[in-house]
């Protein structure tokens, strides 16, 4: 992985996409011609497995016993395990794509990973940018499990369908259904998480960026 951090039997593995996306196909509206980019920029390229591939070959490493970065999950038959994708351009985070690569991520560990989707607690894909953990940097520093829940919030957010079953009347009917849609699609990015940002420091950090210039 790109990156490997354990807290007793939590796992979390990263790895790392600098991907871009021709602009002529963000642009197409074309869904499928979307999806065989997100494929290759995020599943396998070729034979080469990348993103999610790598991230479920790490989780399958765990569970063969045989990590090279970490003895103590060899000896470990139950872990929970948080798979995360760190992205670099904020087009990732749109609507829907978290949701879509999740789906890709879930059905890659049940084809490769067997039992270990019993023996371990795998948690769903999490896809977020550089910028937003940057921003969010003080607050998972100030408790050890701010990043854990911030994850299992997000994750919750997205596995839950949610249903309207009634309505006073079939336009609002359509907006509850409408909004329930865009939460469960929606990217970490715009979840809401109880930290408020330090303007002034932001800004000072802008004015040290403008003078180095």
């Known amino acids: 992985p790109d990156y490997y951090v354990r807290h007793n039997n939590e796992v979390f593995v990263f790895e790392n996409k600098d991907v871009l996306i021709a602009k002529e196909i963000k642009a197409s509206a074309d869904i499928e011609q979307i999806n065989a980019v997100l494929k290759t920029k995020f599943l396998i390229d070729g034979k080469k497995k ?18 090279r970065f970490d003895d103590y999950v060899n000896s470990k038959n139950s872990l929970t395990v948080y798979p995360v994708l760190l992205v670099h351009d904020r087009i990732f ?19 490769r990973l067997g039992d270990l989707n019993k023996n371990f607690n795998i948690k769903g894909l999490t896809v977020i940018d550089i910028d937003s953990l940057i921003l969010w940097l003080p607050y998972f520093q100030v408790k050890d499990k701010n990043f ?16 309207v079953n009634t309505a006073p009347n079939q336009e609002i009917l359509f907006y509850r259904a409408n909004q329930n849609i865009t939460e469960q699609l929606s990217p970490i990015s715009r979840r809401k998480i109880p930290y408020n940002i330090d303007l002034e420091r932001l800004m000072d950090r802008f004015k040290i960026v403008i003078k180095d210039e």
Do not use: A
């Open 50 to 67: 990348v993103g999610i591939g790598q991230l479920v070959t790490t989780i399958e490493e765990i569970g063969s016993k045989k990590f």
């Open 93 to 111: 985070q749109t609507l829907g794509i978290n949701y879509r690569l999740n789906q890709w991520f879930k059905e890659q560990s049940i084809k």
């Open 148 to 163: 854990k829940e911030v994850l299992n919030f997000h994750l919750e957010k997205m596995n839950k369908t949610m249903k």
